[in-house]
């Protein structure tokens, strides 16, 4: 799917096996001393691109996961007292493997705030599979993709996102939500600011790509179970009690009250 992305947008792609030996500077890049010139020169990662896949993240340690931090954060590496700018756009995909739990390292809050969305696709439904066959049984499909975008194009598409109006009540009304989670008996850890952000913002490219110059409660509604379940930590009694983060975080919609007043305000 991230290939598949790269190749549409006509953006670079790399991707990454983490592995439990991987260190963080086989992600970020390391100083390489040239005997010749007699100084060193920095040999940068393969996280300096446009679209990168940390192919089953959990497999590596803390130390090697945490070198992701500043690049998904901020869209730069330190490395050796420099600061180097990533290219824009720049974001990261990733996959955890979801069965193997000897050998893997589940991620920190703090890295997991970072991710915008967290998608569980499960298993495609007999259709779609009979589909998948089909489609791979004389050629790779994703070689075939053609760019439908250009990087400038993309870069465009998200300033006017940005431009998607939030009403004062719609900003209300996500703190509303973050509050909830934070006040919950079921969750020891709620939602933090980053992840209010997180979910205006998801809101406003969800309206913008509606084509729809507003936020609305529904559009709020639509990507909140995307961006919260992954930043939500549940209660061990909620753990034991099998419940999951979805059908929780739909609770916490449920219980929130909508804001009622016109939310179709003028750019």
């Not at 205006?200 to 179970?225: F, R």
Request: hydrophobic share 40%.
């Amino acid at each position: 799917m991230a290939r598949a992305v790269a190749q549409s947008l006509d953006l670079e792609f790399r991707r990454i096996q983490f592995t439990p030996d991987l260190l963080p500077s086989d992600i970020t890049g390391v100083s390489i001393y040239d005997p010749a010139e007699r100084h060193f020169e920095f040999v940068p990662g393969p996280v300096f691109t446009n679209i990168l896949l940390a192919d089953e993240i959990n497999r590596s340690s803390p130390r090697t996961q945490s070198s992701l931090l500043e690049t998904m954060g901020e869209g730069q590496v330190s490395v050796d007292g420099e600061t180097r700018i990533l290219a824009q756009p720049f974001f990261v995909m990733a996959t955890q493997n979801p069965i193997e739990l000897q050998g893997t390292y589940p991620l920190p809050e703090a890295q997991l705030d970072r991710f915008l969305l967290c998608i569980d696709l499960g298993y495609p439904d007999s259709v779609s599979e009979a589909r998948i066959l089909e489609s791979h049984q004389l050629i790779e499909p994703i070689d075939e993709l053609k760019p439908v975008m250009s990087a400038t194009a993309l870069a465009q598409c998200q300033t006017d996102s940005a431009q998607v109006t939030v009403s004062a009540e719609m900003r209300t009304y996500i703190v509303d939500l973050a509050n909830a989670t934070r006040q919950h008996d079921g969750l020891r850890l709620g939602l933090s600011p980053r992840g209010s952000l997180a979910l205006m913002k998801t809101a406003q490219a969800w309206a913008y790509l509606a084509g729809v110059s507003y936020v609305s409660p529904d559009d709020v509604k639509a990507v909140a179970e995307s961006v919260l379940s992954h930043r939500l930590i549940a209660d061990v009694r909620m753990e034991y009690a099998g419940g999951s983060m979805p059908d929780l975080v739909k609770e916490i919609i449920a219980s929130v009250p909508v804001p009622t007043t016109s939310q179709k305000l003028s750019n």
